[in-house]
């Protein structure tokens, strides 16, 4: 266990006791890290951070119920994961990722590998592109992710599987390699 996490584990602790000061601490620790998260949910970023507001009211008020503390990070993940599909479902018009359109810079000459890949994750389905920035981006395990969505541990294992077949399969038609 790493400093941040015992750190991170004595926050949710003073904020469940009331104390706010914790609170802001802990939000200032992972309120960017939670709009990245809802951003790559709902592609807007404006709409990212009024759900990430949104959920740390929650998360400060509930704070005190967390029953283990060492999983605040994928309890948090899930609250804004779960609100982030929320407003997504409460749309009138589906968000279609499939049709986000790839432009180079035309004075920038070939673009690094990283940035083909991350414009390629854009263009995946949603339920892709969220496991995959889920395990890849945030760093999350496959246990921490079975939390998050609420899915069996070979569930998400399967979805990582696919979802990597969908992203280099995509990669390849538009990078033609």
């Given at each position: ?7 991170d584990?004595i ?5 469940g ?5 914790a ?13 990245s998260?809802s951003?790559k ?30 999983k605040?990070?994928?309890?948090a ?14 749309q ?5 990722i499939?049709?986000?359109t ?18 390629t ?13 889920l395990?890849y ?5 496959i246990?921490e992710i ?10 998400v294992?399967?979805?990582i ?9 995509k990669?390849k ?5």
């Amino acid at each position: 266990m790493n400093h941040n996490h015992i750190f991170d584990v004595i926050l949710i602790q003073k904020v469940g006791d009331g104390n706010k000061e914790a609170a802001e601490l802990l939000v200032k620790r992972w309120h960017n890290r939670l709009i990245s998260l809802s951003f790559k949910i709902v592609n807007n970023l404006e709409t990212a951070k009024d759900i990430v507001q949104d959920s740390w009211m929650v998360i400060i008020r509930k704070a005190g119920s967390l029953n283990d503390p060492h999983k605040f990070k994928t309890w948090a993940f899930r609250i804004v994961h779960n609100r982030s599909i929320d407003w997504i479902r409460s749309q009138k018009e589906t968000i279609k990722i499939d049709e986000v359109t790839i432009k180079q810079d035309d004075d920038s000459g070939a673009e690094d590998q990283y940035d083909q890949v991350r414009r390629t994750l854009k263009q995946l389905k949603d339920k892709d592109r969220i496991i995959l920035t889920l395990f890849y981006l945030e760093g999350n395990n496959i246990y921490e992710i079975s939390e998050i969505l609420g899915a069996p541990v070979g569930t998400v294992k399967s979805r990582i599987f696919y979802a990597r077949e969908h992203l280099k399969k995509k990669y390849k038609e538009v990078y033609h390699e």
